[in-house]
């Protein structure tokens, strides 16, 4: 046996060095990017308790705004009953 290197030795030395290098890369840049996601999530989760705060409140006042509103409707109605009774009233006493 002789101790000499086979030609493709070097090569495959290189392809072995490339793919390690190559590894490396890789589970660099997806620690990375889970790192970025999980920042990017936790952000995203303040933000939306933040914004739930805010329709909360946007909601409570809407219903109450709503309820005033559905009062005024009520009483208005109540109001032009009242009149369209008396006008029947009045009315069928210039018939009569």
Known sequence: MSNKKSILDTPKTMVFKALDKTKKVVITANGYA???TE??????????????????????????????????VFDALTGIKKHMILSKKRFSKLIA
Not at 39 to 57: A, F, L, Y
Not at 66 to 72: E, F, G, H, R, Y
């Open 39 to 72: 920042d990017i999530v936790s952000e995203g989760i303040v933000v939306i308790e933040q914004w739930q705060t805010v329709g909360n409140k946007a909601l409570k006042g809407s219903l109450s705004l709503a309820a005033t509103n559905q009062d005024l």
């Open 34 to 36: 889970l790192h970025k």
